[in-house]
């Protein structure tokens, strides 16, 4: 899993699918390589420095755990993911991937990430 940096990687992307959850939405493209690029938003809506980091560890932690088909994708985090736990975020990630039809594609790649924590 990489990251998105460009501008021109995010404006690509408002073309994709989208979809949103209580935390969070997504959006994503299908891309011809071979691994996942993953662009996390979290604006200054959701809290201070401290509190959008670590919403951003989690949703860089449940996404790694997860085994996606290759794909460009977008997590814009709202401010209702400032008090979510890991679980309630990684419930809303798996449903907005699911109603984005992600998870439809590649049933068998999208699995939940496990309860080790």
């Known amino acids: 899993m990489t990251s998105l940096k460009t ?4 404006r690509r992307l408002r073309k994709g ?3 949103r959850a ?4 997504v959006r994503w493209l299908p891309t011809r390589g071979a691994q996942v690029r993953v662009g996390i938003v979290v604006s ?3 809290g201070n420095a401290v509190v959008r980091n670590r919403v951003r560890r989690r949703l860089r932690e449940i996404l790694r755990r997860m085994h996606l088909p290759p794909c ?3 997590v814009v985090a709202r401010p209702e993911a400032a008090a979510a736990d890991f679980h309630e975020l990684a ?9 984005s039809g992600l998870l439809r594609h590649h049933p068998a790649k ?3 990430p496990r309860r080790s924590m």
């Open 110 to 112: 999208g699995r939940a």
């Open 72 to 74: 460009d994708l977008m």
């Open 17 to 19: 699918r989208a979809a």
């Open 91 to 99: 419930r809303d990630l798996m449903r907005a991937l699911d109603k």
């Open 44 to 46: 200054k809506k959701v």
């Open 7 to 10: 501008d021109a990687a995010f």
């Open 22 to 25: 209580r935390t969070l939405s």
